[in-house]
Antibody, heavy 118, light 106 residues
Framework: QVQLVESGGALVKPGGSLRLSCAASGFIFSDYYMIWFRQAPGKGLEWVSYISSHGSIVYYADSVKGRFTMSRDNAKNSLFLQMNSLRAEDTAVYYC???????????WGQGTLVTVSS | DIQMTQSPSSVFASVGDRVTITCRASQGIANWVGWYQQKPGRAPKLLIYSASILQIGVPSRFSGSGSGTDFTLTISSLQPEDFATYYCQQANTSPSFGGGTKVEIK
């Protein structure tokens, strides 16, 4: 069955960096777009970034453009989100999801919490 | 950027009720809309994509409709497991979500 497991969430100071990972299993990873979403505590959902199946196309939300970098390693069935220059407003649970028709998430991981605070 | 205005923000309903949630896009997006269900402490679950296509495994009491700017999610007969928060998502360019609708027990 499809499984997505995020890791790497932590408490980090403003201006700091963090790298999230997502380990995928149960499907042919290299066939699918992948997406990062996030949800601030008690708030709604926000799309962060998505990457094409072979990593050649990546799009970002304006709120993270220039600070976050999404990448993938198809040989290791892994997805990454490098987050730099973190701000308090980046505090959220970050979810990786498998893309359906590009931007719909048909399977989601359990999420990893990123807290940006001094 | 395309804004999604979702209403109502909350609804109180009983088991067996018909529940309708709407989303309005700030510009036309054809049928690029999905609907998700989220329960507390859990990841969202995709219910419907492309406005009206039921995701595999989702009960047929869920249905979606609309195109252009106005979209609707309908639960035909609310079940106990359906009390949750629902979000619409536009999946066109630079995806965005509605603010959510919490379906609560009356």
């Amino acid at each position: 069955q499809v499984q997505l497991v995020e890791s790497g969430g932590a408490l980090v100071k403003p201006g700091g960096s963090l790298r999230l990972s997502c380990a995928a299993s149960g499907f042919i990873f290299s066939d699918y777009y992948m997406i990062w979403f996030r949800q601030a505590p008690g708030k709604g959902l926000e799309w962060v970034s998505y990457i094409s199946s072979h990593g050649s196309i990546v799009y970002y939300a304006d709120s993270v453009k220039g600070r976050f970098t999404m990448s993938r390693d198809n040989a290791k069935n892994s997805l990454f989100l490098q987050m730099n220059s973190l701000r308090a407003e980046d505090t959220a649970v970050y979810y990786c999801a498998r893309g359906l028709h590009g931007n719909y998430g048909d399977f989601w991981g359990q999420g990893t919490l990123v807290t940006v605070s001094s | 950027d395309i804004q999604m205005t979702q209403s109502p923000s909350s609804v109180f309903a009983s088991v067996g009720d018909r529940v309708t949630i709407t989303c309005r896009a700030s510009q036309g997006i054809a049928n690029w809309v999905g609907w998700y269900q989220q329960k507390p402490g859990r990841a969202p679950k995709l219910l419907i994509y492309s406005a009206s296509i039921l995701q595999i495994g989702v009960p047929s009491r869920f249905s979606g409709s609309g195109s252009g700017t106005d979209f609707t999610l309908t639960i035909s007969s609310l079940q106990p497991e359906d009390f949750a928060t629902y979000y619409c998502q536009q999946a066109n360019t630079s995806p965005s979500f509605g603010g959510g609708t919490k379906v609560e027990i009356k």
